[in-house]
């Protein structure tokens, strides 16, 4: 979860892992750690059609989630 500053920048003001509710370390607007971040919208053949669904996650929490994948995660060199 994050929030922009009020000036229309795209400054972070606030940003939490929305699995564990920590807050992410944040300097001059950005977060800097590493966090994924989800801004997803659902297609016509969900349920969820014409709803955009937006998440961040801590790295921490990134490795919890993944562990409990059937299929590793695919990881190339970026
Ligand atoms: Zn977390």
């Known amino acids: 979860m ?13 940003a939490k892992c929305n699995m564990c509710g920590r807050n992410l370390k944040l300097k001059n607007g950005l977060i800097i750690e590493g966090n994924m ?3 997803y919208p659902w297609g016509y053949f969900s349920d969820k059609d014409g709803e955009i669904h937006k998440f961040d996650i801590c790295q921490s929490c990134y490795d919890k ?7 590793p995660v695919d990881v190339e060199e970026n």
């Open 65 to 71: 989630l993944v562990k409990n994948f059937v299929i």
């Open 2 to 14: 994050r929030r922009y500053s009020e000036d229309n920048s795209n400054n972070v003001a606030e």
């Open 37 to 39: 971040s989800v801004n």
